[in-house]
């Protein structure tokens, strides 16, 4: 099966940068839409931004629109997020998340392959 693995969060200060990656193995990466979602302490898992195989079209939430930053490498099967101008309400586990086709790529529900998380902390 696919699996997928996150790395890079950690303690932030407010207004800093940090680069967030997902490794996956096990599946034909190269053909995957993919994305992140990220989810608070007693809060919903929300949708962050989505990157499709085709044209590597991105889609991105309303918080996070110019300040975050999907890609891909499929030569290295791994895909990033490029967070600039962090916030406090940035502040979750980040989740990244494949699947064979997707019909909205906003739902979760749509994504049957998932990482384990990594916590993203933003302090002012």
């Known amino acids: 099966q696919v699996q997928l693995v996150e790395s890079g969060g950690g303690l932030v200060p407010a207004g800093d940068s940090r680069r967030l990656s997902c490794k996956g193995s096990g599946g034909t990466f190269s053909t995957y839409p993919l994305a992140w979602f990220r989810q608070a302490p007693q809060k919903e898992r929300e949708f962050v931004a989505a990157?499709?195989?085709?044209?590597?079209?991105?889609y991105y939430s309303d918080s996070v629109k110019g300040r975050f930053t999907i890609s891909r490498d499929n030569a290295k099967s791994t895909m990033y997020l490029q967070m600039n101008n962090l916030k406090p309400e940035d502040t979750a586990v980040y989740y990244c998340?494949?699947?064979?086709?997707?019909?909205?790529?906003?739902?979760?529900?749509?994504?049957?392959?998932w990482g384990q998380g990594t916590q993203v902390t933003v302090s002012s």
């Open positions: 998340a494949a699947a064979v086709v997707v019909g909205n790529v906003r739902i979760g529900s749509e994504y049957e392959y």
């Open positions: 990157i499709s195989w085709i044209d590597d079209e991105t």
